[in-house]
């Protein structure tokens, strides 16, 4: 017999849609059809009906969770509707995937994950930077034991954009809006991903803007996770820093160091047009190969280039996953309680940098 085709609603036509999810939806033809998009507001160049008219159309979501042929919704929508749009996605029997941040606060997170139970249905978080090449690199660096024992881990997303940035839903002060919702969920994901939770939690939430958004919200936090035997995790991102190769990286052992600049090329490539299957995509140049550095057989410091893990493992791989987990062959590919466990780090950063201490989870 053959395997259930899954009809998938789309709800938003931003650059999210467009860029993470569609394309991925499209590379998996027998598991997944592009079922239909909710597009509030269409205009003349910017209109789903035009780019996708094959698939159905809505301008409101709650006809997408009245359709009974609509397996799973993908929500896109700005961070404060998540929590309505997958309550209501769970309630009416459909499967949900939801895109970072998860829902603003871990209140929320909970309440969702007893709604899924409830509903026997699937809920997952979009952590697509899972799939990074090089965050999937850095793995295989720890796996083959080259470091040793890890006492310093330090993940970056610095960027260089001093400028007043224009005013988008981003950069308004909302639930869930922000640097460490935006760019600090994937960097904090990866670091549960790759230890779990902390002890403690010491946050820096700021404005390094010197002409900030008025009444905008923070754009830059540093964030140090304390783990158990003295491991010392940061997680930064900074939005004025003038470097020309930024700092991604940098993993420091008893045995070895790791380092690697610049990040991983899929998101590009897809605003650039490149798709799943085309031959070079997920394909990291040489120039953003990391390096490591070890001993060599008579005590000395020898430093090498670390060749990116291939082939690459791309964003696909998430919605392969899904379909699996459909099909009852595994786990969704991000649990939604490891995402409510990245948010209770993010309040422990919040409640940190407002009262000036360290906070033990």
């Given at each position: 017999?053959?395997?259930?085709?899954?009809?998938?609603?789309?709800?938003?036509?931003?650059?999210?849609?467009?860029?993470?999810?569609?394309?991925?939806?499209?590379?998996?033809?027998?598991?997944?059809?592009?079922?239909?998009?909710?597009?509030?507001?269409?205009?003349?160049?910017?209109?789903?009906?035009?780019?996708?008219?094959?698939?159905?159309?809505?301008?409101?979501?709650?006809?997408?969770?009245?359709?009974?042929?609509?397996?799973?919704?993908?929500?896109?929508?700005?961070?404060?509707?998540?929590?309505?749009?997958?309550?209501?996605?769970?309630?009416?029997?459909?499967?949900?995937?939801?895109?970072?941040?998860?829902?603003?606060?871990?209140?929320?997170?909970?309440?969702?994950?007893?709604?899924?139970?409830?509903?026997?249905k699937l809920l997952t978080v979009y952590q697509n930077?899972?799939?990074?090449?090089?965050?999937?690199?850095?793995?295989?660096?720890?796996?083959?034991?080259?470091?040793?024992?890890?006492?310093?881990?330090?993940?970056?997303?610095?960027?260089?954009?001093?400028?007043?940035?224009?005013?988008?839903?981003?950069?308004?002060?909302?639930?869930?809006?922000?640097?460490?919702?935006?760019?600090?969920?994937?960097?904090?994901?990866?670091?549960?991903?790759?230890?779990?939770?902390?002890?403690?939690?010491?946050?820096?939430?700021?404005?390094?803007?010197?002409?900030?958004?008025?009444?905008?919200?923070?754009?830059?936090?540093?964030?140090?996770?304390?783990?158990?035997?003295?491991?010392?995790?940061?997680?930064?991102?900074?939005?004025?820093?003038?470097?020309?190769?930024?700092?991604?990286?940098?993993?420091?052992?008893?045995?070895?160091?790791?380092?690697?600049?610049?990040?991983?090329?899929?998101?590009?490539?897809?605003?650039?047009?490149?798709?799943?299957?085309?031959?070079?995509?997920?394909?990291?140049?040489?120039?953003?190969?990391?390096?490591?550095?070890t001993m060599d057989g008579e005590g000395e410091m020898?430093?090498?280039?670390?060749?990116?893990?291939?082939?690459?493992?791309?964003y696909v791989e998430f919605y392969r996953v899904f379909?699996?987990?459909?099909?009852?062959?595994?786990?969704?590919?991000?649990?939604?309680?490891?995402?409510?466990?990245?948010?209770?780090?993010?309040?422990?950063?919040?409640?940190?940098?407002?009262?000036?201490?360290?906070?033990?989870?």
């Amino acid at each position: 017999m053959a395997s259930k085709t899954y009809n998938v609603a789309i709800v938003g036509y931003g650059m999210s849609a467009k860029v993470f999810h569609i394309p991925l939806v499209l590379a998996l033809p027998s598991d997944f059809k592009l079922y239909g998009i909710v597009q509030r507001s269409p205009k003349p160049d910017d209109d789903a009906s035009k780019d996708q008219p094959h698939a159905k159309h809505w301008r409101s979501a709650d006809e997408v969770y009245a359709d009974p042929d609509v397996d799973v919704v993908v929500v896109t929508s700005i961070p404060e509707t998540h929590h309505a749009m997958c309550k209501a996605a769970l309630e009416a029997g459909k499967h949900v995937i939801v895109e970072k941040p998860f829902v603003p606060t871990a209140k929320e997170a909970d309440d969702l994950l007893a709604i899924a139970k409830r509903s026997g249905k699937l809920l997952t978080v979009y952590q697509n930077r899972r799939w990074d090449s090089d965050y999937l690199t850095l793995r295989h660096v720890l796996d083959s034991g080259s470091l040793g024992e890890i006492v310093e881990f330090e993940t970056h997303y610095d960027r260089y954009r001093p400028d007043p940035p224009p005013d988008t839903w981003k950069t308004r002060d909302a639930p869930g809006h922000g640097s460490i919702f935006d760019l600090g969920t994937h960097t904090i994901d990866q670091v549960y991903h790759l230890f779990g939770l902390p002890q403690k939690v010491t946050g820096f939430v700021t404005t390094q803007r010197r002409k900030p958004v008025q009444g905008g919200a923070h754009d830059s936090h540093t964030l140090i996770l304390q783990y158990p035997n003295a491991l010392m995790v940061t997680v930064k991102a900074a939005i004025v820093s003038p470097e020309t190769e930024q700092l991604h990286f940098w993993v420091r052992g008893t045995t070895g160091s790791f380092k690697k600049f610049g990040v991983d090329v899929q998101e590009d490539q897809l605003k650039a047009g490149l798709r799943p299957g085309d031959e070079e995509f997920g394909v990291e140049p040489e120039s953003l190969h990391g390096s490591l550095t070890t001993m060599d057989g008579e005590g000395e410091m020898e430093r090498r280039v670390y060749e990116t893990v291939g082939p690459p493992k791309t964003y696909v791989e998430f919605y392969r996953v899904f379909a699996k987990a459909l099909r009852g062959e595994g786990e969704v590919p991000v649990r939604a309680e490891e995402a409510r466990d990245c948010l209770r780090i993010i309040e422990a950063a919040f409640l940190s940098s407002r009262e000036g201490r360290t906070v033990d989870l």
